[in-house]
T-cell receptor, first 113, second 116 residues
Framework: DQQVKQNSPSLSVQEGRISILNCDYT??????FLWYKKYPAEGPTFLIS?????DKNEDGRFTVFLNKSAKHLSLHIVPSQPGDSAVYFC????????????FGRGTQLTVWP | SAVISQKPSRDICQRGTSLTIQCQVD?????MFWYRQQPGQSLTLIAT?????????ESGFVIDKFPISRPNLTFSTLTVSNMSPEDSSIYLC?????????????FGPGTRLTVL
């Protein structure tokens, strides 16, 4: 049972434009959400996170938006750069199960010049 | 964060054999985890490696198939036993408890396993 879903396996964006990666979840008990980036032959790298008490968190070019009523979050990258090309994983956690992360299947982002 | 290394980085193994994967962290960490990523799938937690006690396994994973050791706060091993082609995956260790949020985990580079 996939509790975290990334329905778009791939996204292609031109350099300089905005990339929007989407993630949906089914478990209303999730209260912390994370985005990871993964390059080939490397492990996932933590990118940005958001607590359920917030609806937005920003870090440089990366912003994560959380819509709890829709059980939906998105990652915005502005402006997109070719170096952002990677697989992006959405993950969710429950405070009651410390350390247990539930991952989506990932979205391959390609940023072309 | 922490520097996490895994050995081997990749291996090709015969059906029925076992492989032990090592995970080394450059600092003492509270939590260590083992994940599997099958082709085209998400990262799935296998178990939490507990220092000084038996690992805590997720549903669908058992100790006989995936024995785990964690002798200290910087090192852990995962063994994939009696392998079959279905065990072909990337195996990753991760550590947690390093930042203000205990939910943030940092991953090693992974071990790519192919079983023939």
């Amino acid at each position: 049972d996939q509790q975290v879903k990334q329905n778009s396996p791939s996204l292609s964006v031109q350099e300089g434009r905005i990339s929007i990666l989407n993630c949906d979840y089914t478990n209303s008990m999730f209260d912390y959400f994370l985005w990871y980036k993964k390059y080939p032959a490397e492990g996932p790298t933590f990118l940005i996170s958001i607590s359920s008490i917030k609806d937005k968190n920003e870090d440089g070019r990366f912003t994560v938006f959380l819509n709890k009523s829709a059980k939906h979050l998105s990652l915005h990258i502005v402006p997109s750069q070719p170096g952002d090309s990677a697989v992006y994983f959405c993950a969710a956690a429950r405070g009651s199960t410390l350390g247990r992360l539930y991952f989506g299947r990932g979205t391959q982002l390609t940023v072309w010049p | 964060s922490a520097v996490i290394s895994q050995k081997p980085s990749r291996d090709i193994c015969q059906r029925g054999t076992s492989l032990t994967i090592q995970c080394q962290v450059d600092s003492q960490v509270t939590m260590m985890f083992w994940y599997r990523q099958q082709p085209g799938q998400s990262l799935t937690l296998i178990a939490t490696a507990n220092q000084g006690s038996e690992a805590t396994y997720e549903s669908g994973f058992v100790i006989d198939k995936f024995p785990i050791s964690r002798p200290n706060l910087t090192f852990s091993t995962l063994t994939v036993s009696n392998m079959s082609p279905e065990d072909s995956s990337i195996y990753l260790c991760s550590v947690g408890g390093l930042s203000s949020s205990y939910n943030e985990q940092f991953f090693g580079p992974g071990t790519r396993l192919t079983v023939l």
